[in-house]
Each structure stands twice: as C-alpha cells, then as structure tokens.
C-alpha cells in the first residue's frame, strides 16, 4: 500500500494507534475506531436502532468505556470539544438515554453491504485501518491548540510521504514531509507548530523513536525524520546515517550554482525540493549499473571479467600467431581476432580452423567454446 503526498487520505493500522498518549485526538481516534464500518442496525436496552456509516449508537456506559474516562462529565466535555473542532457531532436523547455519534470525515464509500438484525457492524478492535484525511490536525494549529502527545503523534503520521519525487530522502523509506518546502525539520519548527519548548519536543522523539527515528543533519540544516511503521508495498529498512548524508551532498552537489536567501534549514528544504528529481534519477541509473555489473559477476566464469586481464567485452573467439612476412597463408595480411581484415591487401585470404602454418612455429588456436 502506497500513499504519496498528493492523496488526501492516509491508513492508520488501528494496531499502531497509542492509546497510551495523551490529548484530544487520542479521543477522536477511540471514537473512529469503534464506529460502524457499513450501514446496518445496532440493539441497546432492548432498543433496536438504524445506523449509518461512521457512526455509533449507544449509552453512556459505552461511550466511557470507549473514551477510558469515569465520569459522565468527562465524557460530555470531551464530546463537545471534538464537536467544536468539527471532529464529530453527537446528539442525546433525555428521554431514552441514547447516544449517537457521527464521524465526519469519513470515507464515504461503504466498505460492504448492510447487514441485517443480528450481524456484526461495528469493527474489531486492533484489527484493519483508518482512513485519516491528511489535513486532520491543521485544525488544532489553525486554533492556536497547545498538542498533546497524541496529537504530535498523528500530525507526524498524517505528514508522512513516501517515494514522493520532491523529496528525495522519502525513496529510502517513509519521511515526514510538511508542504512543498519541509522535507528537512528542526525541534524549533516543530515546537512552534505544537506550542512546545524545544526540549519537550527532544523528549517526544527519544520516547516515540521505535515509530519515528530522527536523522541529524550536519551543521545547522536540521534532521530528517522518517516513519518506521507506515504501511507501504515495499519492504523498506531504516536507513542509516551514511545512505541520509549521501543524499544530502548529492542535493548539495546539484545545487552548487544555484542562489537562495535564508537560513541554512531554509535553503536545504528548497534545494531539496528543487533538485530531487535529478538525485533520484542519477540514483535510479546508478543502481541499474550495480544491478549489471552484480549480474556480470554472477555469470563471469575462471576466464571472465573478474580474472581475464585482456578483455572483458567483447570475448575472444579466435586467436592466432604468425610472424606474416613471406607466407603463403598470409600474404602480409594482418587479421584481428574475429578474422577480419584490417591491412592494406587487396584480397582477403581465411585460414581453416586449426591449420599451421609451416613457416612459423605458432599455430591457430579456435577458442570459441560455443
């Protein structure tokens, strides 16, 4: 599974979400994990009730069970915060106790049929993905919202991008990415977007760095962060700090002539974003020629490339030694090893294979194995 910078969702494996962080969209996450994934009818306190897509219908009891919170106040405040945000919108009804919640972004494209009385709606818990649009947590930074760990958490997962030709680090495996010109982050940008300290933002990667290793740049150009548990079709390996800073000069080395104002981060992340294709390209053709010499090497016999200190290609066929002057085979002729003519005599003269000249004691030796 693939998903670049350009489509508006991305999948959350429901396995991966920390359930154990806190902020408000840990919240939201709870909510959109336990919502029905196809159209069908749900029964609470002997009420049978019609639900939708991306909804929920129940009580109070379930709704803090879901939320992992005590009391009902909490619960309510909660709701009505993501309500604000625009996360969700629930109603409940006083008189039958009822609670429906409805996600609203949501894919809406329903995964199955209805189901009927009876057949399972809701999905499993720690099974399948969520489909999180990529823009979900602009809202909270849009606010002015101080972000929790939850909240960081997702943003870095919503921003991740993956063999995206604007950003050349991302062809190694998924890296977090934020618009055009973020492909190179410092604490400092990211503390900003979060309304954290600078040191706060240290500790969140030291404790999450099973899921986002964090690759420092030399000098003052930032770190590259990557993500170690996004879904792709590829099976991708950290990458290590010598394949991060190899890209890095080959960006560097494209960019020599070219002049930009601004910070050394700045200027990284544009030249980055400028010079990527031309990087990826030289590294696509870089590894097409390991790929054939690898190849050549697999097949070279005791008499190939790797041991013959004569020619590699294209291979002898033929091979022969005779002085030439005065010889009835020759004439003065000089003939390559393929036996063709490349001297001056008007007439071509070919020698049987094996035949000896008898002014010579070198023979003709046929070395074409085929």
Request: with cysteine; proline share 3%; aromatic share 14%.
């Amino acid at each position: 599974m693939k998903c670049l910078k350009k489509f508006a969702w991305v999948k959350l494996s429901r396995y991966e979400i920390p359930l154990h962080a806190k902020g408000i969209m840990i919240y939201f996450l709870r909510l959109a994990s336990r919502a029905a994934f196809r159209k069908g009818t749900a029964r609470y306190c002997g009420h049978i009730n019609a639900v939708d897509v991306g909804s929920w219908v129940g009580g109070m009891v379930g709704l803090k069970s879901i939320l992992e919170v005590k009391k009902r106040r909490d619960a309510l405040e909660i709701m009505d915060e993501l309500q604000m945000l625009g996360y969700i919108t629930y109603t409940l009804d006083s008189s039958t106790k009822i609670l429906t919640y409805k996600i609203s972004d949501w894919v809406l494209k329903c995964s199955g049929k209805a189901c009927k009385e009876g057949e399972n709606i809701y999905t499993t818990p720690d099974y399948g993905f969520l489909c999180m649009p990529r823009n979900i947590t602009e809202r909270l930074v849009e606010m002015g919202h101080k972000f929790g760990e939850a909240d960081a958490w997702l943003d870095l997962w919503c921003h991740t991008v993956y063999r995206d030709k604007g950003n050349a680090f991302s062809f190694l495996a998924p890296a977090i990415q934020y618009g055009k010109f973020g492909s190179v982050l410092t604490l400092e940008t990211l503390g900003k977007r979060w309304k954290w300290e600078k040191t706060k933002v240290w500790r969140f990667f030291q404790f999450y760095c099973a899921y986002f290793p964090l690759h420092r740049l030399p000098g003052s150009f930032g770190c590259v962060i990557y993500n170690r548990c996004y879904p792709t079709q590829d099976e991708c390996d950290d990458p290590s700090d010598e394949e991060v800073i190899r890209i890095l000069e080959l960006i560097r080395i494209k960019a020599r002539n070219t002049h930009t104002e601004g910070t050394d981060n700045e200027r990284i992340n544009r030249f980055v974003a400028w010079k990527s294709r031309k990087v990826i390209r030289d590294l696509e053709d870089e590894y097409t020629r390991e790929e054939i010499q690898e190849k050549n090497k697999e097949n070279s016999d005791f008499w190939g490339a790797e041991n013959c200190r004569v020619a590699e290609i294209p291979p002898i066929i033929r091979a022969y030694f005779s002085h030439g002057r005065n010889c009835m085979y020759s004439r003065n002729c000089i003939y390559d090893c393929s036996s063709i003519d490349i001297g001056e005599s008007e007439s071509w003269n070919f020698f049987d294979i094996g035949a000896v000249c008898p002014f010579d004691r070198f023979a003709f030796f046929n070395l074409d194995t085929s």
